[in-house]
């Protein structure tokens, strides 16, 4: 019992950075894209912020501690008047988030190369070793987690960002109907989840991508 709760304390602490770090840029960027198509929401609600109290949701980050699959933050606020064209804009906006994941994995995948550099000659077990072997699998959580969170929320169930993409694609009156779905989707997607569906979704992916990165 106890080796087993050690064990999860040590993986909640390996992944807490990681996950932390996915959410809130996640968050930041749609904000901060949908500031740059004339949307100031986000801006004066002070959710340009890579401050991740401002963004995270407590019960979307342990649920995605458990899952590994399904985790959310706030959602940043958007409001689509103020685009040109709204479906464009909500798209852009919505690419944004997993966009965002993607480079932050890429860029801790950089960081284990950089890590495995610095350790060419550490003995085993010295203190450099010990500092930096904790430091590569921060970095290795950071690449599944942010590839995960890219992938989920790139599925095209509403709210997630995905469905957002596909809305873009539609005629407006189906569009609204679609997007009018988002109220059943997180049942949808816990539903998903316990019957393992979600994991066989999603799973294939982030397994491939993480092998090409790492």
Same mark, same amino acid.
């Given at each position: ?11 909640? =602490? +390996?992944?807490?950075?990681?996950? /932390? ?7 930041? @960027?749609? *904000?901060? !894209? ?68 993607? =480079? +932050?994995?890429?860029?801790?995948? /950089? ?7 610095? @350790?060419? *000659?550490? !003995? ?68 998903? =989840? ?21």
């Amino acid at each position: 019992m106890f080796p087993d709760i050690a064990r999860a304390i040590q993986e909640i =602490a +390996l992944l807490l950075v990681p996950v /932390l770090m996915g959410v809130t840029f996640h968050e930041v @960027a749609h *904000g901060y !894209v949908a500031n740059w198509l004339g949307d100031p929401t986000a801006r004066l609600a002070g959710r340009l912020t890579f401050n991740p109290l401002k963004h995270l949701d407590p019960i979307g980050a342990l649920a995605f501690l458990l899952t590994r699959m399904i985790g959310w933050a706030k959602p940043v606020p958007v409001n689509p008047r103020y685009f040109r064209d709204p479906a464009r804009g909500m798209m852009l906006v919505a690419l944004a988030g997993p966009a965002m994941n993607v =480079a +932050l994995a890429i860029g801790f995948a /950089l960081l284990i190369r950089l890590i495995e550099y610095a @350790a060419m *000659g550490v !003995v085993p077990d010295s203190a450099a070793y010990r500092i930096l072997a904790p430091l590569a699998y921060i970095c290795a959580a950071g690449v599944q987690v942010n590839l995960a969170l890219a992938v989920f929320n790139l599925l095209p169930i509403p709210p997630l960002d995905g469905s957002n993409v596909l809305a873009a694609f539609l005629p407006p009156p189906l569009a609204d109907r679609y997007m009018s779905f988002g109220r059943w989707g997180f049942i949808a997607l816990l539903l998903l =989840a316990v019957t393992g569906i979600l994991g066989r979704l999603i799973m294939p992916l982030v397994s491939f991508f993480t092998h090409v990165l790492l």
